[in-house]
């Protein structure tokens, strides 16, 4: 079937309206907060619960301490460009259920985020943040992690 240029024209609308649609329903989406685990499990014994996480920039993270031994977070690779300052590495987690509140704000810039406990990196406990979004999602969020 050949399609005339009124029809292509029709076509390319619908697809152009639909796209705005989810693109528009993507930006207005409210924050989520993810949890991650740091639980004494996993080839050593020890992981973060996911090891990999996606999330948008104005999310916060929640790394929780599930197990008894103490626990912390360090970024060790990032985007260029990124400064973390105070972001880019948690206090211990000695206690059972204690966490750490981490706001992907205006420091954080889409990309892939390598994080690793200090303690146990050798025993191998590390972890992967993609963050997605764009400049105006950080701008919302604020400028600080808790």
């Given at each position: 079937m050949r399609m005339t240029g009124a029809l292509w024209s029709l076509v390319a609308?619908?697809?152009?309206l639909g796209l705005g649609r989810e693109a528009r329903a993507q930006e207005s989406r409210p924050p989520k907060r993810w949890e991650v685990a740091m639980v004494e499990r996993g080839q050593y014994?020890?992981?973060f619960d996911p090891q990999r996480l996606t999330a948008q920039l104005g999310d916060t993270i929640r790394f929780i301490q599930?197990?008894?031994l103490p626990h912390n977070v360090r970024f060790r690779s990032m985007p260029d460009g990124v400064e973390l300052a105070e972001a880019g590495e948690s206090p211990m987690l000695t206690a059972p259920g204690a966490v750490w509140d981490l706001l992907l704000d205006r420091r954080f810039r889409p990309g892939k985020y390598f994080y690793v406990c200090v303690p146990h990196?050798?025993?191998g406990m590390a972890g992967i943040l993609y963050v997605q979004g764009t400049v105006e999602d950080s701008s919302r969020a604020g400028d600080h992690g808790t």
């Open positions: 609308a619908v697809g152009f014994g020890l992981a599930r197990g008894g990196e050798v025993m």
